[in-house]
């Protein structure tokens, strides 16, 4: 298997069956990568807490994926070790009414985190693009501009101090098959599968190809899109948190200056 990348080219067509969701690069195994794994989510702990101190940027964390793509589970393991006071998760689900009266991003946007934090999106404004497509929920002529809005938004809070790091979680249909079988047997996860699932499971095709212009027009130098091979829940978790690690690094963070004359403060009995 050929080296798959991360980012997809800039400016070219997205085609997703050029690439392998069961890809896990140079790894064979979870227990390949196990160690580093722990040693990685230890370290975004200590980069979380300084980019906190720090205080100059905000770090917005985009997750789409199909159901069952596994956009819980990567909040789950790869936040496990961050202070929660630090993060701030929000899920997007169907819009109330209140949301629908506003424009699309109206909800998005208030939810982007302020400086020092890091905010999860668990779906976000791509599903105006996505579901609302798939299921014609708004003309096309409506969605078709929204790739342009979506591109225009990302750069207005890139401009201003807001880093975003985009991950699409692949999977294979036979990979959701598996994973909504787990879910019907598992009397912990029953719950989590809705009957409606299975109309959208038909609908796969459709939800591909929104997913292909999704990762072609809205691929940016200030928001880029990262295709991760998600079959391997073990191999997806290493890269997000690898990803985030190194966006992190490069921000070259700092603790602020102490106060002045610190050198010289007793603390009284
Ligand atoms: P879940 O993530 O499983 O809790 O499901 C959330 C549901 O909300 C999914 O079926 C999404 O497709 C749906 N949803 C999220 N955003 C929108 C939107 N803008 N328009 C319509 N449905 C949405
Ligand atoms: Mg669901």
Not at 62 to 84: A, C, M, R, W, Y
Not at 223 to 228: E, Q, R, S, T, Y
Request: hydrophobic share 40%; with cysteine; glycine share 6%.
């Amino acid at each position: 298997m050929s080296k798959q990348p991360l980012i997809p080219p800039i400016g070219h067509k997205v085609r997703l069956k050029d690439y392998d969701p069961g890809y896990t690069g140079d790894f064979r195994h979870k227990e390949d990568v196990q160690a580093q794994l722990a040693k990685d989510l230890a370290r975004l702990d200590e980069l979380q807490e300084v980019f906190y101190a720090d205080g100059r940027r905000a770090l917005l964390i985009i997750l789409q994926g199909i159901d069952t793509g596994g956009k819980d589970g990567t909040i789950e393991h790869v936040f496990s070790g961050v202070n929660p006071q630090g993060v701030q998760v929000t899920a997007f689900k169907k819009p109330t009414s209140e949301e629908l009266a506003h424009d699309f991003l109206w909800r998005v946007h208030r939810n982007v985190p302020p400086k020092g934090f890091i905010g999860i999106f668990n779906r976000s404004h791509y599903e105006d693009v996505l579901v609302v497509r798939v299921h014609d929920l708004v003309p096309r002529k409506v969605w078709k501009e929204r790739y342009d809005q979506i591109n225009q938004f990302e750069a207005m809070l890139a401009a201003n101090d807001v880093t975003i790091l985009k991950f699409f979680l692949y999977i294979s249909k036979a990979e959701q098959k598996k994973r909504f079988e787990a879910r019907l047997k598992d009397p912990k996860k029953q719950w989590k599968f809705a009957m409606g699932d299975l109309d959208e499971r038909q609908r796969w095709d459709d939800y591909m190809a929104a997913f292909e212009d999704m990762l072609t027009k809205c691929n940016t130098e200030y928001a880029p899109w990262h295709i991760v091979p998600a079959n391997h829940k073990w191999y997806r978790n290493y890269i997000v948190t690898q990803t985030v690690i190194s966006t992190l690094e490069r921000m070259n963070l700092k603790y602020p200056q102490p106060a002045e004359g610190i050198e010289n403060v007793v603390i009284p009995d």
